[in-house]
């Protein structure tokens, strides 16, 4: 049992079934739900950094008129630790209301002294973020002897790098509406985990699971920070109880949504570098840390990706700061695109040192081999791709040294980079999905997972399509509610991968069924049934539509719950390469950056809608655009507030800030043949060190701290002797 | 980062006066309603606005408080619901007329999420007072063409969409760009659609979305 060798639907480009819902505005999201009776909620947060809440008057809250319901998120005694820390939640009859009692809500604080900035945090006497010191030595790892290695080299690069905190910016900020009645738990949540969501409600409020249900129709983005109820989801829930069981809606404003709902960690790193005139990468240092701010996750990878691995000589050190700021959570490839920062900027340093083109000291430097699930080796991948991507972006006619591009006259100089990446995406077994064939011909698939913006509904439709011999609109896709089977949820870029092995047995199973359910009515063989272009087939003839086969069933449909079992390993895989190129113009009077091309070779195995899975990489290089040039989490060291939780001085890229953008499906008959593996994450991995090393490639100095905004590109352009 | 396409950012009684709405009760709305939306009102249009308070503080005129009763015209039905002052036209169309085509992300006029069309022009319904919408044809995104020559139908066809937050916005402000220009250029829909902000990246097939819904329209 495999995916069909020739497939039909699969792999085509099939419009989004739920398109037209959300381009019209029509389909409801959570945030857009409104139950019989539904109060609003809002979240008091500290605006400190750090304090002892003393006191909580909510008495005045409490009597205004409209407000139904006052939950306490902490306790007089208790410590905040970050700005946005939770303090209380209220529910009222309009959302004015809910904010005038927050306002209403008289809190006293002990202020205490923050760390909110990794240097704070790391200074002696540092106030402390949790019990232990904000920064523990973490121990280094060696391999070899870097340092004989280091005073054998011809060259030897040491530098620092950074890149900031970043936050996810879901459109739809976290919330739910929540309905606490009669025992039982209905949610409409914002969330990237239907299935895992309401077993956490049921803990929290010791309900048997069954009792807790959510529905997740549809949701604006999540990105790895959308993976449980919150701690305002639980107000939600206790509100709408203390309320007699009305339904209670709570969504974050745009400022909590910034401070409190996750965030991708700092990196700073110092990296030093060595090699031979030849080319020969041999020595690698780190030292590097980052904050997750009062939650963990700032480690990297060192040296990224994996095909760098056959440096020699290696010692890597990679630890993490507390800091008073909200909690880092999984965001698109967490670890990877500061790992890729680290170790390919540290590489184009050193090839401009030891004057190698970057590209070839990059061919030089892969692994024997580098070997993922299924045995399949990436260093033949990365070779093709590396070719792909350089043909795609010009690097013949476009590269030329640092030295060279920063001579040109004028102030507008250009530059060229790329940078490596990897990702796992494989699929977890055991998800679950029911197939129904109905005697009118109708066709559903459903499985408690949900649509994170990939499409998932439409994949299923897919697949649905292909093992019927129907259209894709043909098929209903059921997802986004708790009470269907147990399907997966979205991190890791592992829905698809998941899911879609599990629809096509299930799928393949309900079909094998039927044909022995309508064997009697057409000859009696199943096996030499088959299904294609909507009709039934029997010995490769044409014997009846599939509405007329269906009805064969009589009254009673085919139905079949089933997962991919033992044959998830042949249906999907793990591990892929890619790579990205970018050509940038910088203006070295103002320090702007304009994007001119970037270029995006990604390999995922068999790709089931080529419509959305382009998407999908385009996203993923945007958003690493972001990360490249204009994200950055500020917060001041002073009131240990951030400055700019908010879309106007929080930057993100708008329409004109959009480049060409070439992506390139490296989807040969050997990638399909590994079955699915996911895509979300891996293409927005190496853009940002791709840009990075383009920008000092144009400007003739690295840029040694993203974002590459004018006064980090300025300062950098400073940093050259005598030219400041 | 490029300036922001022109949008309103305070609704259509700051900048066309007296006639529309409850001018009168301006400088009640500017002492009650906070900072946020005073601020919003006086960088779109702070030479009117400080008129307009300096008019109103000469004359004595009603003061306007709790909620009043509100008739907004909204894709041709007349919708009724009580407001207070400080209510924005996107809280009274979600919060209380169900119609959630508008987003609520930014909720300061910076990403476009929230676009309505306003007496034919797009304005972010989250800094428009919905007393001041009052008298105004508001068309919402619920209102287009589902068909395939319609601006949503070009969105679907392009991909242009994945979690599909903004695209509401995106597809009011292209509907709002073709009115006024049917036949535009790639720049000019950049520029069109610069005041709206997409976070998982859909950018390049909308832009092709854009062009396609022009093209569509010419045909239709």
């Not at chain 1, 070779?383 to 006619?397: N, Y």
């Amino acid at each position: 049992m495999g995916w069909p060798e020739q497939p039909k639907v699969v792999g085509s480009r099939v419009p989004r079934v739920d398109g037209l819902g959300k381009a019209s505005g029509r389909i409801k999201y959570p945030s857009d739900v409104r139950p019989e009776g539904m109060l609003f909620g809002a979240v008091l947060y500290s605006p400190h950094a750090h304090a002892v809440v003393k006191s909580i008057d909510t008495s005045a809250a409490e009597k205004l008129p409209g407000v139904v319901a006052v939950h306490l998120l902490t306790e007089p005694g208790k410590k905040v630790r970050f700005h946005g820390d939770d303090i209380a939640a209220v529910a009222a009859e309009s959302e004015e209301i809910a904010r005038d009692a927050l306002a209403a809500i008289k809190v006293e604080y002990e202020v205490l002294p923050h760390a909110v900035t990794e240097a704070q945090a790391m200074a002696e006497d540092a106030p402390r973020v949790a019990g232990g010191p904000n920064y523990r030595p973490p121990r280094a790892r060696t391999t070899g002897d870097p340092d004989a290695a280091f005073q054998q080299a011809d060259a030897v690069v040491e530098a620092t790098y950074s890149a900031p905190v970043i936050t996810h910016v879901c459109l739809e900020t976290h919330g739910l509406t929540a309905q606490f009645k009669d025992g039982k738990i209905t949610v409409w949540a914002s969330t990237q985990n239907v299935d895992g969501l309401p077993q956490q409600l049921a803990q929290t409020f010791n309900l048997p699971e069954a009792d807790v249900r959510c529905y997740t129709e549809v949701m604006g983005g999540g990105f790895g920070s959308k993976f449980g109820p919150d701690s305002w989801g639980v107000a939600a829930c206790e509100l709408s109880r203390k309320a007699g069981g009305r339904p209670v809606k709570i969504f974050l404003d745009r400022a909590q949504e910034h401070l409190a709902a996750g965030n991708r960690p700092s990196v700073i790193g110092t990296i030093k570098i060595a090699g031979t005139k030849d080319g020969k990468i041999t020595a690698m240092s780190a030292d590097v840390y980052g904050t997750g701010g009062v939650a963990g996750g700032a480690t990297v990878l060192i040296p990224y990706p994996d095909v760098y691995k056959g440096i020699p000589n290696i010692r890597v050190a990679t630890g993490e700061v507390a800091t008073h700021g909200g909690g880092a959570r999984a965001m698109r490839a967490p670890r990877h695109p500061q790992s890729c920062i680290l170790t390919e900027s540290a590489i184009d340093d050193l090839a401009e040192a030891l004057g190698i083109d970057p590209l070839e000291l990059r061919l030089k430097n892969f692994a024997e081999n580098d070997i993922v699930a299924g045995g399949v080796d990436r260093v033949p991948i990365y070779r093709d791709q590396v070719a792909i991507g350089a043909e795609a972006i010009g690097w013949k006619a476009n590269y030329r040294p640092r030295s060279e591009n920063r001579k040109a006259p004028g102030p507008i100089k250009r530059g060229i980079g790329m940078a490596l990446h990897m990702w796992g995406g494989g699929g977890a077994p055991g998800k679950q999905v029911a197939v129904e064939i109905n005697p009118d011909g109708s066709v559903t698939l459903k499985s408690a997972t949900q649509d994170i913006g990939t499409g998932a509904r439409t994949l299923f439709a897919i697949v649905g399509a292909e093992v019927f011999g129907l259209k894709p609109d043909q098929i209903t896709a059921l997802i986004g509610d708790s009470d269907y089977p147990p399907g997966q949820a979205s991190g890791g870029s592992t829905t698809t991968p998941s899911m879609m092995p599990a629809a096509l047995v299930a799928a393949q199973a309900a079909r094998d069924e039927f044909f022995a359910r309508i064997a009697p009515a057409y000859g009696g063989d199943p096996k030499a049934m088959r299904l294609a272009d909507g009709q039934l087939f029997v010995h490769d003839e044409p014997i009846a539509s599939w509405t007329d086969a269906c009805r064969k069933l009589g009254m009673k449909g085919v139905a079949v719950t089933s997962s991919a079992g033992p044959q998830m390993g042949e249906l999907s895989s793990n591990g892929v390469a890619g790579c990205q190129f970018a050509t940038v113009a910088v203006d070295v009077e103002t320090g702007i950056v304009k994007l001119e091309k970037i270029v995006a070779v990604q390999d995922s195995g068999l790709i089931v809608n080529r419509s959305t899975w382009d998407s999908q990489v385009y996203g993923g290089v945007i958003g690493g655009l972001n990360y490249a040039l204009f994200e950055e989490r500020v917060m001041d060291a002073t009131t240990g507030r951030m400055l700019n939780p908010d879309m106007e001085m929080y930057k993100l890229a708008g329409p004109s800030d959009i480049p060409e953008i070439v992506i390139h499906a490296y989807d040969t008959p050997a990638m399909r043949a590994r079955g699915v593996i996911g895509v979300g994450e891996p293409p927005t991995v190496s853009t940002a060190a791709a840009i990075g090393n383009a920008v000092s490639n144009a400007i003739g100095v690295r840029v040694p701290h993203f974002p590459m905004s004018p006064m980090n590109v300025l300062n950098a352009l400073a940093s050259i002797k005598g030219e400041a | 980062m490029p300036d922001q396409a022109p949008r309103s950012q305070g609704g259509p009684a700051v900048s066309q006066g007296t006639g529309r709405g409850p001018t009168a009760s301006r400088r009640d709305f500017l002492r009650g309603s906070g900072i946020a939306a005073a601020t919003a009102v006086v960088t779109g249009q702070a030479a009117a606005v400080l008129d307009e308070v300096q008019a109103a503080q000469e004359a004595e005129v009603a003061v306007l408080k709790g909620e009043v009763a509100v008739v907004l015209d909204v894709n041709g039905r007349k919708l009724e619901c009580r407001v207070e002052p400080r209510t924005t036209l996107l809280d009274a169309l979600r919060n209380r007329l169900d119609v959630t085509g508008p987003k609520r992300v930014c909720d300061r006029g910076s990403c476009g999420a929230c676009t309505v069309i306003l007496d034919g022009k797009p304005v972010n319904s989250c800094t428009t007072l919905a007393v001041t919408a009052q008298g105004c044809a508001i068309e919402t995104v619920e209102n287009f063409s589902t068909g395939p020559d319609g601006v949503p139908a070009a969105f679907v066809k392009n991909d242009a969409l994945m979690c599909g937050y903004c695209t509401p916005g995106f597809v009011t402000a292209v509907k709002a760009l073709l009115d006024v220009n049917p036949n535009p250029t790639l720049d000019e829909v950049k520029k069109a659609l610069d005041g709206n902000i997409c976070r998982c990246g859909t950018y390049v097939g909308i832009f092709q979305a854009a062009l396609d819904a022009a093209k569509a329209k010419k045909g239709a």
